[in-house]
């Protein structure tokens, strides 16, 4: 006899995320359902618009992934013209997208995720001298001190005593899959507030750089960055240095903070194996190292793992349409009319055709036979993928590129851990630190790049090459991948006469949250949380470390409408 677990809303998320679960009489998971419960309609929004403008309006998929969707959009433009940009764009795109990544892992390790393994109120009982030696043992950060610590301490108690926990209110403190001593959980509570304060700072390489935060600025053939280091109106040499010691900033609170508290925290959960999902992971591919943006020169490599196998890496080719397909047999679309029927579409053939046929609000439970959710179903060559910083870890790995290969090593060594342990929640967790590390690194070296290229006179940063539509052909097709902090993310774009006529985004949300396909494969949320043991079925901690562990971001995955209406919103610019 199964019992079904409704959670509406995954809380600490970005978006609207639904999950059900079934839970036999002993507490494990059986079957599982994730469901995006709010729609967008993007996609349609771009349609018959100047391709160089949709970058803008990609950019507002979503508040958190915004730089993401622009990069993606404006190489997907830049794919289907054959512009190449200059060496000081592609740097300065690469340094957006690594602040970003930073800030980004940094802020979901401690106020996103954190506190599924750290119990708060807990802290209120460590012994604040206990927590310095610690913190003092792991690290040389120099906010460490007894003193600190029980400032910290106090604030916490204040809150507690009150009774209203503010920022830490509705957690399941005290739930018995709590491991951490009170005074490790007072050690990360202090750095979540830490974390407050310093993420502020990161993000003004993108208001340098970029204009502003979040909704920087890009171009087609290049980016907009006025460097000019003797001009005062500019991106001249002061704010450059800036620029280079809020990285330096960045890299100290990633290595001395996020990573130490990583792996103490870790430590106290080795045998917290649930979570595993698929297996299957799924790499664009990102960061390359040369001037021009070709995946063979990438730091984080392109690839496909299928079950495990990390001695065998398989090639995705993203203009295949066997390699890259969206299916809708458990989704609230339509394909040429029909719901289902078990066909997939490559997005530079895909629709976005909006057919709601869930229950009417309010409802206790989804008709999981039939459909439930905005998410399609994106599969590669028909197979269910993760993807996201496990699955880059793992294909990078597999890969042998030996940044990854040592971290990933060294750290397993410092656990005393299989790599087999990575096909977990933690797995996943550990795997997001870890490449934050290297990308803080790759963020210093490409800014010292950066400041190589202008000091030898290069300061060019946009090629009007190919930029009026008089120069382009009728009929254009693009890609433009990247690797958002998410995961693997697509945009696809059918250019004709000088105007967008199709546009398909594929997000790293979209391929993890997606629901049952037509062979009833399940996607990676739903696969990761089956066979989870849970100890209470009131407090549903183990669903939430599970699926925070992904980070999601629903607004990305179900990229308007008026259901009653059906109509979309229109936005009209003066």
């Known amino acids: ?13 970005e978006g609207h ?39 803008a309006y990609v950019q507002r998929i979503c508040g958190v992934c915004t730089t993401v969707h622009a990069l993606a959009s404006v190489r997907s433009v830049e794919d289907a013209l054959g512009i190449k940009i200059p060496k000081n764009a592609e740097l300065i795109r690469n340094i957006m997208n690594e602040a970003l990544y930073v800030h980004d892992h940094v802020v979901h390790f ?41 400032d910290v301490q106090n604030k916490v108690k204040k809150l507690v005593e009150s009774g209203q926990l503010g920022i830490f209110a509705n ?44 909704h920087p600025h890009y171009v087609v053939g290049g980016m907009a960055t006025p460097l000019d280091i003797d001009s005062d109106n500019g991106v001249n040499a002061e704010r450059l240095m800036h620029i280079s010691q809020l990285i330096d900033q960045g890299k100290d609170f990633v290595n001395q903070v996020y990573i130490p508290d990583l792996l103490a925290i870790g430590s106290f959960y080795k045998d917290w ?18 001037s021009v943006y070709d995946y063979k020169n990438y730091r984080m490599p392109r690839g496909v793992i299928l079950n495990g196998n990390i001695n065998e890496v398989l090639d995705i080719d993203l203009k295949d349409s066997k390699h890259v397909q969206e299916f809708i047999d458990h989704s609230w679309y339509t394909y040429d009319g029909k719901q289902g029927n078990g066909v997939g579409k490559h997005p530079f053939d895909g629709e976005t055709a909006f057919n709601y046929t869930g229950p009417k609000a309010p409802f206790k439970q989804l008709d999981t036979d039939k459909e439930y959710t905005w998410l399609k179903t994106p599969r590669w060559k028909e197979n269910s993928m993760e993807t996201g910083p496990l699955a880059r870890m793992m294909v990078g790995y597999a890969s042998g590129k030996d940044e990854i290969v040592n971290i990933v090593d060294d750290t397993l060594k410092k656990l005393n851990l299989p790599i087999s342990v990575l096909h977990s929640a933690l797995g996943r967790t550990v795997a997001r630190g870890l490449e934050t590390s290297l990308i803080a690194g790759w ?10 290229n202008i000091k030898s006179g290069d300061q060019v940063t946009f090629d009007r090459t190919k930029w009026e539509p008089s120069t382009w052909p009728k009929n254009a097709k693009g890609v433009g991948w990247m690797e958002a902090p998410r995961g693997a993310l697509g945009h696809w774009i059918e250019i ?66 008026d259901l009653e209406t059906n109509n979309t919103t229109e936005i009209k610019l003066g």
């Open 443 to 452: 963020l210093r070296n490409d800014m010292d790049e950066l400041l190589k």
């Open 17 to 55: 995320l639904r999950v059900e679960v079934n839970v036999d009489e002993s507490g494990v998971i059986k079957e599982a359902f994730s469901s995006g419960t709010a729609v967008r309609g993007l996609e349609l929004i771009v349609r018959d618009r100047d391709p160089r403008d949709v970058w």
């Open 110 to 150: 401690y106020h996103l995720h954190a506190l599924d393994w750290v119990d708060v109120v807990s802290a209120t009982k460590a012994n604040p001298a206990e927590t310095s030696k610690i913190a003092q043992s792991i690290s040389s950060w120099p906010k460490s001190s007894p003193g600190y610590f029980t």
């Open 171 to 214: 957690g399941y403190w005290g739930h018995k899959a709590y491991k951490l001593p009170p005074e490790v959980n007072l050690l990360a509570v202090a750095h979540y507030l830490e974390a407050l304060d310093w993420q502020k700072e990161i993000v003004k390489i993108h208001t340098i750089l970029g204009g502003k935060n979040p």
């Open 496 to 561: 004709e006469n000088g105007k967008t006529k199709n546009y398909q985004a594929v997000v790293p949300s979209t391929w993890n949250a997606s629901p049952k396909d037509h062979k009833g494969q399940v996607g990676a949320y739903e696969a990761a949380l089956t066979g989870t043991l849970m100890l209470n079925k009131e407090q549903p901690l183990e669903i939430m470390r599970i699926i925070h562990s992904f980070d999601p971001c629903l607004a990305c995955a179900v990229h308007l409408t």
């Open 1 to 13: 006899m199964s019992e079904r677990i409704v959670v509406d809303p995954i809380t600490r998320i």
């Open 273 to 290: 194996t649930y979570g595993g999902g698929v297996t299957n992971y799924l790499c664009y591919g990102d960061f390359s190292t040369s």
